[in-house]
């Protein structure tokens, strides 16, 4: 799966931007997904000038892997990975039977966003299996991502050379698009439009960069783990703009 996202509509920890970056010589992140996946039924999706997406239904690194694509009122969701207590989730939010991962994602999200006032992370919490998500509203501008904390599924993200963000699950694409200037999407976090990357497992503690250097000895883009000494100040929702609850603590 590959998402892209124009400069400024996800702004990422400035840590992920590298200083040795040196991207003169790297492919779009299209092409480089469409590279990678040449014997496969891959599809691109333009949403406009923010964002877009592609997906593949199978892939060498992540073979047995579920991938799931689904489109609800102009809310797009590309799921990988399993929920292990689906069922019981369809009937905790009154959906049918046919709602899917993906489809179920959507709709925890409309939720989160209308609905209020669930703490993302205490959705987030509720999920069992392994997971990786990432959600984009196309009317509120708002892009979602999520990794499950077991590390079956795993997510990249990093700064290509026009500042737009990508997210895949294929490491190829992204060192091939993004230079030095990537990292591993962090186990058992989130993020979102507006927002910071934060751990739905320890929503009360910051995130903390720890550099990272490759093979060369070059500095890349850092990984972000749970600060255990740091906690974050809880902010209240101010006025019906702030429905989803982000920053909301247990």
């Given at each position: 799966?590959?998402?892209?996202?124009?400069?400024?509509?996800?702004?990422?920890?400035?840590?992920?931007?590298?200083?040795?970056?040196?991207?003169?010589?790297?492919q779009?992140?299209?092409?480089?997904?469409?590279?990678?996946?040449?014997?496969?039924?891959?599809?691109?999706?333009?949403?406009?000038?923010?964002?877009?997406?592609?997906f593949?239904h199978?892939?060498?690194?992540?073979?047995?892997?579920?991938?799931?694509?689904?489109?609800?009122d102009?809310?797009?969701?590309?799921?990988?990975?399993?929920?292990?207590?689906?069922?019981?989730?369809?009937?905790?939010y009154?959906?049918?039977?046919?709602?899917?991962?993906?489809?179920?994602?959507?709709?925890?999200?409309?939720?989160?966003?209308?609905r209020?006032?669930?703490p993302?992370?205490?959705?987030?919490?509720?999920?069992?299996?392994?997971?990786?998500?990432?959600?984009?509203?196309?009317?509120?501008?708002?892009?979602?991502?999520s990794?499950g904390?077991?590390?079956?599924?795993?997510?990249?993200?990093?700064?290509?050379?026009?500042?737009?963000?990508?997210?895949s699950?294929?490491?190829?694409?992204?060192?091939?698009?993004?230079?030095?200037?990537?990292?591993?999407?962090?186990t058992?976090?989130?993020?979102?439009?507006?927002?910071?990357?934060?751990?739905?497992?320890?929503?009360?503690?910051?995130?903390?960069?720890?550099?990272?250097?490759?093979?060369?000895?070059?500095?890349?883009?850092?990984?972000?783990?749970?600060?255990?000494?740091?906690k974050?100040?809880?902010?209240?929702?101010?006025?019906?703009?702030?429905?989803?609850?982000?920053?909301?603590?247990a």
């Amino acid at each position: 799966m590959l998402g892209i996202f124009k400069n400024g509509l996800v702004t990422p920890p400035k840590e992920l931007n590298s200083p040795n970056a040196n991207q003169s010589k790297d492919q779009s992140p299209i092409q480089a997904f469409l590279a990678s996946h040449e014997n496969n039924n891959a599809s691109t999706m333009c949403l406009g000038n923010d964002a877009t997406l592609a997906f593949a239904h199978s892939s060498q690194t992540l073979l047995g892997t579920q991938r799931l694509f689904s489109s609800v009122d102009d809310i797009y969701c590309i799921f990988l990975g399993n929920l292990n207590n689906l069922c019981t989730l369809k009937k905790q939010y009154g959906l049918g039977r046919e709602i899917n991962e993906s489809m179920f994602v959507i709709q925890a999200y409309k939720t989160l966003r209308d609905r209020g006032p669930y703490p993302a992370h205490s959705v987030l919490k509720d999920l069992e299996g392994s997971f990786g998500f990432v959600v984009f509203d196309t009317k509120a501008k708002t892009v979602f991502i999520s990794l499950g904390n077991d590390g079956r599924v795993m997510l990249f993200w990093g700064i290509a050379a026009d500042g737009s963000v990508v997210v895949s699950d294929n490491l190829e694409v992204i060192k091939s698009s993004c230079s030095k200037s990537f990292a591993p999407f962090p186990t058992g976090c989130m993020y979102h439009t507006g927002g910071e990357l934060k751990s739905f497992e320890h929503p009360k503690n910051k995130m903390k960069a720890i550099t990272r250097v490759d093979s060369e000895g070059a500095m890349c883009g850092a990984t972000f783990k749970v600060d255990i000494y740091a906690k974050t100040k809880s902010m209240p929702r101010v006025g019906s703009h702030a429905n989803w609850a982000w920053s909301q603590e247990a």
